[in-house]
C-alpha cells in the first residue's frame, strides 16, 4: 500500500489542522493505521493510531483530548484533526499501516508501510 500524508502548514499556538492520508493499492480497510511525528534529531514518535474499522483509537498522553484519529474505509483515506496546537507540537507527521493482526498499534516498529511526511508548524 502506498500512502501520501498531506495537510501540513504553519499555524499559531491554540490554532487547528487536520491532516490527510491517501491510501492507494491494497485493501485498505485490512491495515491499522497511524500517526507519527518526528523532530530532526530525535526519535519517531507514537501519536495516534485507528483499527482497521474504525472501531479503536489509541492516542499517546501528549495529545489525548485534542488530536482525534479517523479514516474512512470507502475513501482509503485516514485523518488526523489536531486541535490547540502547541509549539511542542511541531513535526514531520507521517501516517503508517500494518496488517491488523500484526503487533501492536502504537508500536512504530510493527508498521510496514510509511508515507513521506508533511511538515506541521505551530509558532508561539
Known amino acids: 500500500v502506498q500512502l501520501q500524508a498531506s495537510g501540513g502548514g504553519l499555524v499559531q499556538a491554540g490554532a487547528s489542522l487536520r491532516l490527510s492520508c491517501a491510501a492507494s493499492g491494497r485493501a485498505f480497510s485490512s491495515y491499522d493505521m497511524g500517526w507519527f511525528r518526528q523532530v530532526p534529531g530525535k526519535e519517531r514518535q507514537f501519536v495516534a493510531a485507528i483499527n482497521w474499522s474504525g472501531g479503536a483509537t489509541y492516542y499517546a498522553d501528549s495529545v489525548k483530548g485534542r488530536f482525534t484519529i479517523s479514516r474512512d474505509n470507502a475513501k482509503n483515506s485516514l485523518y488526523l484533526q489536531m486541535n490547540s496546537l502547541k509549539p511542542d507540537d511541531t513535526a514531520v507527521y507521517s501516517c503508517?499501516?500494518?496488517?491488523?493482526?500484526?503487533?501492536?498499534?502504537?508500536?512504530?516498529?510493527?508498521?510496514?508501510?510509511w508515507g513521506q511526511g508533511t511538515l506541521v508548524t505551530v509558532s508561539s
Open positions: 503508517a499501516a500494518k496488517r491488523d493482526y500484526i503487533g501492536s498499534p502504537t508500536a512504530k516498529q510493527d508498521y510496514t508501510y
